[in-house]
């Protein structure tokens, strides 16, 4: 799959299709493809992250505001890929601004991610959350489940690339009227979800608590954690939740919708942030 195709992000190439019949057909398929993106901040390398080319710089800035690195759209100065040739664009430099702090040694230990991992390298739990406190549990935050059900179906229009290749995520930022404000495509759903906040972080509009986060998957933890980081207090997922994404989300006070196929889904944590029109029944 070595040849380029139109669209950045995908590889085409001639494969062997196996037909109902018995026959065979040379055709040309197109792939997702899996490349890593090495982040450094000044001389110091923090991570690695295998992930889909395209949206770097929202990668990037995802990354440093869901690890705790930067909070704030001023704490970062530039974020450029690497120009030298031997970098192939898989290199990321940050600058940041004076005065911002950060660990070196600390950072390090992200090592390098998988796509399938958004969390390697983590000595425990706690550490998330003393990066990232509850969500003010007085704010009042409502969405309409007529809303809620329509966005799957406008995640799906809006996936280009997977319906091109049928292998890679998309995580969607979403208002309370339903309106997509961004959403990104990767190979990985962590970064995935880095691209989204990442392009939002840079437009300065964190926090998102009107906003919801929903990604074409299942939820794991850092997918919360993640939605947390960037201020998001709904978090929705067309598939299945894991037990430290649904115990993370109660007790950071955020709304956690998955299994959202309509008509029905399932609400795993701080339904009160749904408008519903019929009576929740008491577990």
């Known amino acids: 799959m070595n040849a380029k195709s139109e669209v950045p992000g995908i590889a085409a190439g001639n494969v062997v299709r196996h037909k109902a019949d018995g026959s065979c057909d040379c055709i040309t398929d197109e792939v997702t493809v899996e490349e890593p993106l090495e982040i450094r901040i000044g001389k110091d390398s923090i991570a690695i992250t295998m992930r889909t080319p395209g949206d770097d710089t929202d990668l990037t800035a995802g990354f440093l505001l869901s690890e705790g690195i930067v909070r704030r759209r ?27 702090q950060w660990n070196a040694a600390s950072a390090r230990r992200f090592g390098t991610i998988s796509t399938s991992c958004g969390l390697c390298g983590k000595t425990s739990i706690d550490f998330i959350r003393q990066q990232f406190p509850p969500l003010d549990k007085t704010a009042s935050v409502r969405l309409a489940v007529a809303r809620l059900l329509q966005m799957p179906d406008q995640l799906r229009r809006a996936q280009g690339n997977f319906a091109r290749t049928g292998g890679i995520h998309a995580a969607a930022i979403f208002d309370l009227d339903g309106a997509l404000v961004v959403l990104r495509e990767d190979i990985g759903r962590h970064n995935a979800v880095d691209k989204a906040i990442g392009r939002a972080f840079l437009d300065a509009r964190l926090p998102l608590q009107n906003h919801l986060l929903l990604v074409s998957g299942r939820c794991s933890l850092e997918i919360v954690q ?3 980081a960037a201020g998001i207090s709904i978090v929705a997922s067309v598939s ?44």
Do not use: M, W
């Open 240 to 283: 299945a939740p894991s037990t430290l994404a649904v115990n993370f989300a109660r007790e950071s006070r955020q709304t956690l919708v998955s299994f959202l196929r309509p008509p029905t889904f399932n609400v795993y944590a701080h339904i009160e942030r749904l408008a519903l029109d019929v009576e929740v029944p008491k577990s």
């Open 74 to 100: 001023a704490d970062v100065q530039e974020i450029a890929h690497c120009t030298l040739p031997a970098a192939l664009g898989n290199i990321v430099n940050v600058t940041l601004s004076r005065g911002v």
């Open 226 to 228: 993640k939605a947390l």
